[in-house]
């Protein structure tokens, strides 16, 4: 029992860590880098040709992307099949994110699985046929509204699992021990992830001039 409750610790570390690094930080690099099209498709397209040109960015998307993700992902799979989810006998507000998180990280593998096969798959189709134009991709994506209504549920799951991951995380890793560092963290971590829900909408809204000073083309 010592054996195993040591292995689910280190492993619920890994998990933790692993959500914040490489996989938080690359959230947050994809949302300000798509809030380039905020200022047009000349400046977006302009960001994103530079990563994809990037030596070797198969090797930093496998590595620091995609496998990160994947254990991540497969670790969290393994908590929300193997939980206990007791929210029908104790409806507090933490049972609640409890379960809410793992929701969350369902939607949020579903949403980067579609959003990979719509992005990712036709750029390495139009590449191999020419110049691809990342922005009027997404805007032609984005002007059917439930594939907009689905990217807006998408980001939020994303944005919340983040946040509160993150508020799990200061716990998990010493950062907030007593119940008012811990309070306090909650009312941040929810600043953080209204302000970087908004900033993902904005951008989803700009490809197609929703957005307010947005050119949308």
């Known amino acids: 029992m010592v054996e195993y409750d040591k292995r689910a610790f280190i492993n619920r570390r890994v998990h933790s860590l692993l959500g914040l690094i490489p996989v938080g930080l690359f959230l947050l690099e994809h949302l300000f880098m798509n809030a380039h099209a905020m200022h047009g498709s000349e400046i977006y397209n302009g960001r994103v040709e530079f990563l994809v040109s990037l030596p070797f ?24 099949f193997t939980g206990r989810w007791n929210t029908h006998a104790w409806r507090t507000e933490r049972n609640w994110s409890y379960v809410l998180q793992r929701i969350s990280g369902v939607v949020v593998l579903a949403y980067v699985a579609w959003h990979v096969w719509q992005t990712k798959v036709w750029s390495l189709q139009a590449a191999a046929g020419g110049h691809p134009d990342f922005f009027v991709r997404m805007q032609d994506l984005l002007a059917v509204p439930w594939v907009l209504a689905l990217y807006v549920v998408g ?63």
């Open 57 to 80: 960015v198969w090797a930093l998307e496998l590595f620091f992307i995609f496998l990160p993700l994947a254990l991540h992902a497969l670790y969290g799979l393994w908590i929300v």
């Open 155 to 217: 980001v939020g799951a994303a944005v919340y699992h983040f946040a509160n991951g993150m508020w799990n995380f200061c716990i998990t890793w010493g950062v907030t021990l007593t119940r008012a560092s811990q309070q306090r963290a909650i009312w941040f971590w929810a600043l953080v992830g209204l302000v970087l829900f908004v900033l993902g909408v904005s951008s989803l809204l700009s490809f197609n001039g929703l957005w307010p000073d947005s050119p949308g083309i």
